[in-house]
């Protein structure tokens, strides 16, 4: 079945760097990647996704990257600020499968 | 606010007993998963319905059971409860069987075992 790695499992940045988590997935037959981020206690909330038709979606200050040949896609995050910290999850879907996910990332933003 | 409902928001039990929690998905979605996050842990998916009938099977226990009734809720039953079982139960719904749909989260169930 599908096993998805997640790095960095903690991220510590200065207010207004960049943020990148990258995931890798198992299987090629994968077609869909969402990126949820989840703050203490909440529920996951979606923020970007991606499926294999397309390399980059980009949503103002969050993009995403997928590259299949490797089997890994990544969440991008400019200019962070402090309400950015949370914990990323990535996840993979294969048709007729399940949501597979990520262990999380833990991003802070320092001010 | 996702569209998706879940009761109770927080759930404080003893040990060796049976609760029920309950799941609305969002108007229109066919599909209901669920899943469970212990605390600092990722989301382990547990089952998911479809349209009534179950679809995929994780990593779910034998003690915990789940249907999805005709107006398309859910409830998960957890029974037997253990110290170990508590954590947050998420139910997420999509609108389709296994494509591409984006799944949307509720806000979760918190249940205590003491």
């Known amino acids: 079945g599908e096993n998805v790695e997640q790095h960095p499992s903690t991220l510590s940045v200065q207010e207004g760097d960049s943020a990148v988590i990258k995931c890798t997935y198992s299987d090629s037959a994968s077609n869909y990647f969402p990126w949820y981020k989840q703050e203490l206690g909440k529920r996951p909330q979606l923020i970007i996704d991606i499926r294999s038709n397309v390399g980059e979606k980009k949503d103002q200050r969050i993009a995403v990257t997928l590259n299949k040949t490797a089997k890994h896609f990544s969440l991008h995050i400019t200019e962070t600020q402090p309400e950015d910290s949370a914990v990323y999850f990535c996840?993979?879907?294969?048709?007729?499968?399940?949501?597979?996910f990520g262990p999380g990332t833990r991003l802070s933003v320092l001010p | 606010d996702s569209g998706v409902t879940q009761t109770p928001k927080h759930l404080i039990t003893a040990t060796g007993q049976r609760v029920t929690l309950r799941c609305s998905p969002r108007s229109g979605d066919l599909s209901v998963y669920w899943y469970q996050q212990s605390l600092d842990q990722g989301l382990q998916f547990l089952i998911q319905y479809y349209n009534g009938e179950e679809r995929a099977k994780g990593n779910i226990l034998e003690r915990f059971s789940a249907q999805q009734f005709p107006d398309l809720h859910s409830e998960l039953n957890l029974s037997s409860l253990e110290l170990g079982d508590s954590a947050l139960y998420f139910c997420?719904?999509?609108?389709?069987?296994?494509?591409?749909?984006?799944?949307?989260f509720g806000p979760g169930t918190r249940l205590t075992v003491l």
């Open positions: 996840a993979a879907k294969n048709y007729g499968q399940n949501f597979v």
């Open positions: 997420a719904s999509s609108a389709g069987y296994w494509d591409t749909d984006t799944q949307y």
